[in-house]
């Protein structure tokens, strides 16, 4: 109840700004009686909102560097970008609270629990002991995008990233060991659609598909042998077809800015290995401030939301390791994270972004997050 809350106050807060907007009517007469002329002499072009402020040369006029989606171009305009991210994991939880490795190897553990029309019911009952235990985990990516807008109200974009995992465990006979894996991850293709813009504030919708070109068929050496098929977070794709709708909002004044997103992704089916990876759900609000026309600094808070998978990978064994158990994905992150956008020189942008969580709910035990950092640039032409 608590993250859904959590999650009702940032939409509202993503859907406030709407009543802010102005639209102008057709029959209003300009102030300026020289503005009919104008608007004779350029005919349609007085349908394109005039967006060539002064402020969106400034560097908060984009995002901070970890909000994807969050701008849109005027018609004709391109921009290729590039980010890199990492996430850090270190230590296990379960709901709030911390686990230790030795709690994890040798206390009995317990099935998860669902909640039925007649109460709570065990999925699969007796206790059981993991034979392994995950440490830690690094997650990076790269990430290239690219922008274009054939139109003032609509611009599309898509984005290919390069995955890269590595997971250190330990077996209750204290061994160490490492698994790896590297590849393309799911492609994503998209739109930006404008709802409504006014002189201090934008709407616009996002709505993208993601595929299926990363792998689910990652294998790896582990205790138990050789070219073992690898639990769910090693593998760089979810192997289902995604659709990720959402909203975006942004504002600013002369010094500041200020935005919010809500983005949803929503899988659509089962993958050839029988299982289908939780619905995630990602809410953010930021705010900036112009130390200079080329320098802004920005906080924000990223709430992610994430379902447990549905099905299960029959050649994973979920009593092994709790990274092989699909009922122990699920989880809620909130992140507060501080950034610096720098530009825009000639049309080039760079930024960098770092955050902590302040708040973890894990359906666990499962890796806890640590840190979360990402560095990139944007060129538009």
Known sequence: MKQRLIYGVLL???????????????DQEPDNPDASESVQQHGNESEAP????????????????????????????????????TMEMDGNRTGENRMSTDELLFFPQFAPTIQTVSGTQVLSP???????????????????????????RLTVMGMVPLVRITMDHITRRNQLFKT?????????????????????????????LKFPTGSIDELGDTP???????????????????????????????IFAWG???????????????????????????????????????????????????????SLTSTLVPTADPRRRGGQVLR????????????????VE???????HLNGPQLEEDAYFVIGMQYAF
């Not at 509202?12 to 057709?26: C, G, K, N, V």
């Not at 590297?182 to 709505?207: C, K, M, Q, T, Y």
């Not at 990876?277 to 130390?291: L, Q, T």
């Not at 770092?354 to 973890?360: L, N, S």
Request: avoid cysteine; glycine fraction near 12%; hydrophobic fraction near 35%.
């Open 180 to 208: 790896q894996t590297d590849g393309v991850g799911d492609v994503s293709l998209g739109i930006l659609f404008r709802i409504a813009e006014s002189e201090h504030h934008h709407l616009h919708l996002n709505l993208g």
């Open 336 to 351: 507060l994270l501080g950034g610096i956008n720098l530009g825009s020189f000639d049309g080039l942008r760079f930024g």
């Open 50 to 85: 005039q967006n060539h402020e002064p402020w969106r040369s400034s560097a908060s006029a984009h995002a901070p560097i970890g909000v994807m989606g969050d701008h849109m171009h005027h018609k004709g305009e391109f921009m290729l970008s590039y980010r890199f991210m």
């Open 260 to 314: 919010a997103q809500f983005l949803a992704t929503l899988r659509t089916e089962r993958n050839e290995r029988d299982y289908r990876p939780g619905n995630v759900y990602d809410s953010s609000i930021w705010g900036a401030i112009n130390a200079l026309d080329w320098l802004s600094f920005s906080v924000r808070l990223n709430g992610v939301s994430r379902d447990n998978y549905e099905g299960s990978d029959a």
């Open 126 to 152: 007796g206790a059981f002991n993991y034979m392994v235990a995950p440490i830690r985990m690094r997650m990076s990516m790269h990430m290239f995008g690219g922008m274009y807008a054939p139109g003032d």
């Open 224 to 254: 138990t042998g050789y070219n073992q098929q690898l639990p769910y977070p090693m593998q760089t794709g979810t192997g289902t077809l995604d659709v990720v709708p959402g909203l975006t909002y942004t504002g600013h004044g002369s």
């Open 354 to 360: 770092y955050g902590e969580p302040i708040h973890q």
């Open 12 to 26: 509202a807060f993503l859907l406030s700004p709407a009543a802010a907007f102005t639209q102008p009517r057709e």
